[in-house]
């Protein structure tokens, strides 16, 4: 187990502050796998990522897999009887990882991307064009192939994109995103 040095301590600080939550007040009850969509699919559980930080193992806790696979859907923290706001803590956490570098070598970082390219150009997600872009850009062109004809049929998927009305107050948002980071840089 690590001792929780200064910088350890610190990252924590700045990480309940940004997310405004108190890793400590977790007492490990559970509730939040439980009741976790996702957590099938994850190699820590959001009790157990909340544990390894209040152990301080801030690289285990940024390597983990489980914090690009959370959905962001609530479900977490609106059961926590504590009121610890997991999904505030996972986003941060990706947050950080992306800051200090250490995303993992996988696929999640791409399609993250590109689904935000997506709604940027058109302000709503294009099914097929994420498919076939995230494909592409992981060499994997034929995967899902044999899905695509029978979900054109049922009019699940379009080939081609459709732009909401207001796209330029979408373009809008994120341009102001951007400049915010640049601020906070």
Not at 19 to 47: E, H, L, V, W
Not at 132 to 142: A, D, P, V
Request: glycine residues 6%; proline residues 4%; contains cysteine.
């Amino acid at each position: 187990m690590q001792a929780l040095t200064d910088f350890n301590h610190n990252f924590i600080q700045n990480l309940e502050d940004q997310s405004g939550t108190q890793i400590n007040q977790c007492y490990q009850c559970g509730k939040c796998s439980a009741g976790c969509p996702a957590a099938f699919a994850m190699d820590y559980t959001p009790r157990q990522v909340i544990r390894m930080l209040q152990l301080g193992m801030i690289e285990e806790s940024l390597q983990a897999d489980s914090i690009w696979i959370c959905a962001t859907c609530m479900t977490c923290s609106t059961r926590c009887p504590r009121g610890v706001d997991s999904a505030a803590l996972m986003e941060n956490l990706r947050r950080q990882a992306i800051i200090e570098g250490t995303v993992p070598d996988h696929k999640i970082e791409i399609f993250n991307n590109l689904f935000l390219k997506l709604v940027e150009k058109y302000g709503r997600i294009h099914e097929m064009g994420l498919i076939l872009g995230f494909n592409f850009i992981t060499h994997q062109y034929f995967k899902d192939s044999q899905l695509g004809l029978p979900m054109l049929r049922l009019g699940k998927l379009h080939p081609l994109p459709k732009k909401i009305k207001a796209v330029e107050e979408v373009q809008a948002i994120f341009k102001r995103v951007r400049e915010m980071v640049k601020e906070e840089v």
